[in-house]
């Protein structure tokens, strides 16, 4: 490790930037020498931006189960042998301020052939998150924008690939989900008209920022003296957490079972609706956003088929069944009992640390391409049973 004033930044420009300052301090040393040398010399790095799908929000848990006391089955990686540490899994300051960047996001388990992976993506994240404070851009948790400390880091290290994960948080996901639980607990009406509606209303707009967002990460790196050839850029969508109605593993009259052990409270009909419409069309206008703007996509809508909570084809961990790759849940449930005594609620219907891994998966195989693709997992494979297909 270096001392603190090898890369020049002051301790007041390290509290500004919270997690990346620190990231800088540990892989950057930059020498007095003439400018070229410091070009050369400058490590490369891969940067992941976004919310929470790509900061690493639910890795703590690999696979799920309704044990509320000690490793939860063997689920909670935060679990210390004496007590939970969430520091364990996401990167402090992370870990308090909710951005949840956690050991297992996709960008540090993606076997890149780069020498540092730098995650600056936060849970929660809209596209003004992204865009710099010079284009009316707002920061997270004390944290600058994240345009900004891209273009920061870029003058540190030498960034040979930006990933971006954005525009879920715009249409409002957690509101979705919230109407969907409600609309199953309360034995109310399916959540999927209202729904619709609202994403509907939205989408246009979203879209249009998620194209800004792509606009302000190319003008970051410009100032950062980076011509949009001298580094790859991927845009990516986002995964279904949770099966088809017809691949639920407990009935939907199942009111108990769905709530409290399962934790997948929606209708059939709901949970269909959210895999093959809603992240459909997410999927397809992050897409065009990829297009229009020369970006490379990659597809994640088909992701954790047959992996997704509550799927015919995975089961709960419990003492008989430790948590497996192959046949544990690959996103955090909604376990309405153990929301109170397991984590964060803020975890649910998250991609966990197997999820992650196969994501880091992905992306590395994007990267040995210059095409967009769409990554698919293998049916009872584990997280580095991902392959490529071309998309649309």
């Given amino acids: 490790m270096i001392a603190p004033g090898g890369v020049g930044i002051n301790i007041a420009t390290r509290a500004r930037l919270g997690v990346v300052g620190w990231l800088i301090l540990l892989v950057v040393a930059v020498p007095a020498a003439p400018a070229a040398a410091k070009q050369a010399a400058r490590p490369t790095a891969a940067v992941s931006l976004g919310d929470s799908y790509i900061s690493g929000e639910g890795g703590r848990w690999q696979g799920n189960s309704i044990d509320p006391l000690a490793d939860r089955d063997g689920t909670d990686r935060a679990f210390s042998g004496t007590g939970y540490d969430v520091s364990r899994v996401y990167l402090p300051p992370s870990d308090t301020d909710g951005c949840h960047r956690s050991d297992v996001a996709e960008i540090r388990s993606a076997p890149l052939p780069v020498d540092a992976r730098i995650n600056i993506a936060c849970s929660g994240a809209v ?53 969907c639980l409600q609309a199953y607990e309360t034995f109310g009406p399916p959540c999927q008209s209202s729904q619709q509606a609202a994403i509907n209303a939205k989408f246009p707009t979203a879209m249009a920022n998620v ?118 849940d690959w996103a955090r449930f909604l376990n309405l009992s153990a929301v109170e005594t397991q984590g964060q609620l803020q975890e649910t219907f998250h991609p966990n640390a197997y999820a992650q891994q196969a994501l880091g998966n992905c992306l590395a195989l994007l990267y040995a391409q210059t095409s967009s693709a769409a990554c698919n997992s293998t049916p009872g494979g584990g997280t580095n049973a991902v392959f490529l297909t071309p998309t649309n």
Wanted: charged content about 20%.
């Fill in 211 to 328: 194209g800004k967002a792509v606009d302000e990460v190319r003008a970051a790196m410009k100032s950062a003296g980076y011509p949009p050839s001298s580094y790859r850029f991927v845009l990516q969508s986002y995964p279904s957490a949770i099966a088809r109605g017809s691949e639920i593993r407990v009935p939907e009259i199942d009111h108990n079972a769905r709530t409290n052990i399962d934790g997948c409270p929606l209708y059939d009909s709901d949970a269909t609706w959210g895999r093959d419409s809603v992240v459909p069309h997410i999927s397809n206008g992050l897409k065009a956003v990829a297009a229009s703007r020369g970006v490379q996509f990659l597809d994640l809508r088909n992701l954790l088929q047959s992996h997704e909570m509550c799927s015919v084809s995975t089961q709960l961990a419990d003492p008989t069944h430790p948590p497996s790759a192959t046949t544990g």
């Fill in 127 to 179: 596209t003004r998150n992204i865009f710099r404070a010079s284009s009316g851009g707002q920061g997270q948790n004390g944290e600058l924008p994240e345009a900004d400390q891209l273009a920061t880091i870029a003058r540190q290290v030498k960034v040979k690939l930006v990933v971006l994960s954005i525009g879920g948080n715009d249409l409002g996901f957690s509101s979705i989900v919230s109407a």
